[in-house]
């Protein structure tokens, strides 16, 4: 089973950045399309970014040119760069697969945008 550990989070002031981190345990991360996904609070978790094995990424429009998602397969990792933040980020960041069936979420990191 793979477990994911997701990192970075913190608080934020509008504007400001972060760079978010999530590392998979086993190989098979590096056959996986992997995504970031976000949870606020009374909302449904929802996809922001993905990133495919061959390094093609997506992002929903709400973060488009602001987030960037990359990955490091040697390190088994995939990163969110979130620049631009605004109070509507504010949310719990997951990483999982890009995919209907996922692994066990992990804890998430908690992103919190206020000044």
């Known amino acids: 089973q793979v477990q994911l550990a997701e990192s970075g989070g913190g608080l934020v002031q509008p504007g400001g950045s972060l760079r978010l981190s999530c590392v998979a345990s086993?190989?098979?991360?590096?056959?996986?399309?992997m995504g970031w996904y976000r949870q606020a609070p009374g909302k449904q978790r929802e996809l922001v970014a993905a990133?495919?094995?061959?390094?093609?990424?997506n992002y929903a429009d709400s973060v488009k040119g602001r987030f960037t998602i990359s990955r490091d397969n040697a390190k088994n990792t995939v990163y969110l760069q979130m620049n631009s933040l605004k109070p509507e980020d504010t949310a719990a960041y997951y990483c999982?697969?890009?995919?209907?069936?996922?692994?066990?979420w992990g804890q998430g990191t908690l992103v919190t945008v206020s000044s």
């Open positions: 999982n697969r890009d995919s209907s069936v996922k692994w066990a």
């Open positions: 086993g190989s098979i991360f590096r056959i996986s399309n």
């Open positions: 990133v495919t094995v061959s390094g093609n990424t």
